[in-house]
């Protein structure tokens, strides 16, 4: 009995090796990646599609001895450690400076008295005549503009 269970599963394993090379084959045999489809006739572009795809077929495809070299200006594995590393350093510097109670405030007061002395507000100037006759210009011609808006009871 034993045997022929082997046979079977054997069996089964050749049946899906021999389905899934067709189905390579098939989508192989369909799809060919060097010649694209042709347009539709019908469209008014097909023309330009056509050439644009028989240009395309020809067209130069790049070669291995056209790959960039490898650039020499870029740091080594051993320089980004070291720099990573320097980073790192200078975070727990940085959180060692900063961490509670390690700063206190002081001379606020004489720090205050300096902003104000470079801020300099000027003293606000009272309004002249001309200043008044030209908001009251403005305010006329505003007004002149303006229109009422449509009644309700219409």
């Given at each position: ?37 042709p347009a539709d ?37 051993v320089q980004f ?74």
């Amino acid at each position: 009995m034993n045997d022929q269970t082997g046979k079977i599963v054997r069996l089964g394993v050749h049946i899906r090796s021999a389905i899934l090379m067709g189905a390579v084959v098939g989508v192989a045999g369909c799809a060919s990646p060097f010649t694209p489809p042709p347009a539709d006739p019908a469209s008014p572009v097909a023309a330009a599609a056509n050439a644009a795809a028989k240009a395309s077929t020809h067209a130069t495809r790049p070669t291995f001895a056209e790959i960039p070299a490898i650039p020499t200006d870029i740091r080594t594995p051993v320089q980004f450690k070291k720099a990573v590393g320097a980073e790192k350093l200078a975070a727990e510097e940085l959180k060692r400076q900063t961490a509670p109670n390690t700063w206190t405030l002081s001379d606020t007061e004489g720090y205050a008295s300096k902003a104000r002395r470079v801020a300099k507000v000027p003293a606000p100037a009272a309004p002249t005549d001309a200043d008044r006759a030209a908001t009251e210009a403005f305010a006329k011609a505003a007004r002149d503009r303006a229109t009422a808006p449509p009644s309700k009871s219409q």
